[in-house]
């Protein structure tokens, strides 16, 4: 077997892509343990449908989840030979759910959603971008879920009827998703799937990406089991990623720290000069304030002093 590579979009925040289609391939591959070159794109432009991901293993070039999962079956790389007849059919299901319920979810809170596109998602994938690609992309991807959302709500002329609507059905679907987990460490037994693959990929940018508007975000949070899906993943498939994200955390607020530290002494002085040019400053305005009254008062009594002088000589 040739050597696989993988491009995929750059991760963020913990996560090891930021984009839900190419954490679902790299999850899956992840899962089964296949010898994989993974790169980070900067440009799709050459891309067969102009996206990531792309899967390249010799002259098959796969762009899509469902050929590649087959595609590395054939090479008997597969998650899902465990599973039993009805429960592929019932994976099958949820999968397509998962497709109606959450996605336009997910399309709407980091697409749509003006605050976090301007704020979170342009900004990010422009970052993982090369010039000029960095002003097309971004705003194409938008138009994509803007027609999407529009083809599946057009009926509502309010789109904060239409938020109102996406996320109810989202949090529904995740309701749903919650009771079928349970206390399971997968959704079928002990065992990842490709299912397991993909809401980790729906669950994961949601739960580490510091959207705005966190309507969705903070839904996925507040389910403990699902939270603790995401979390158990992230650490037993991308440690390497995770342990990253937290040295920098951890450098960047020590850094920040020792920056305060350092600026102390030079604060402390500022305050203790500022103290004393404003002592300084005041006990200045009480003297000269005391010296011309004691020069007004001098002044009246030697007025009054004349004018006594001047009606003793009268007399």
Sequence with gaps: MANIELD?????????????????????????????????????FFTPKGSLPVMR???TVLTNFEEVVEYLKSLHYSTDVHL??????????????????LYPAYQYAWW??????????????????????????PSRYQGAAKEMIDA???????????????????EKCLKTLSDRLGESEYFFGNRPSSFDATVFAYLAPLVKTPLPNATLSNHVKGIANLSRFVAR??????????????????????????EREAQFPNATRNKVLAGL???????????????????????????????????EDDN
């Design 277 to 311: 040019f404003a002592t300084l400053a005041m006990t200045g305005y009480a003297v000269a304030t005391g010296m011309f009254q004691d020069m007004k008062d001098f002044q009246h009594s030697q007025d009054y002093s004349e004018m006594f002088e001047n009606d």
């Design 57 to 59: 293993d010799g002259r």
């Design 152 to 170: 599946l709500y057009g009926e509502h002329s309010d789109l904060k009827e239409v938020e109102k609507t996406i996320y109810n059905e989202a």
């Design 112 to 137: 749509v959603d003006e605050k976090n596109y301007g704020d979170v998602t342009r900004p990010t994938y422009a970052k993982a971008l090369q010039i000029p690609f960095n002003f097309y992309y």
């Design 84 to 101: 039993n007849q009805k429960q592929a059919a019932e994976a099958s299901a949820f999968t397509q759910y998962l497709r109606d319920k």
């Design 8 to 44: 995929i979009w750059r991760g963020e925040w913990g996560l090891a892509s930021i984009d839900l289609e190419c954490l679902k391939v790299l999850t899956y591959m992840k899962f089964i343990g296949v010898p994989v070159r993974v790169r980070e794109a900067s440009n799709p």
């Design 233 to 258: 993943i992230s650490q037993k498939n991308f440690r390497n990623v995770t342990d990253e994200y937290n040295r920098q955390n951890k450098k960047q607020s020590q850094g920040t720290q020792s």
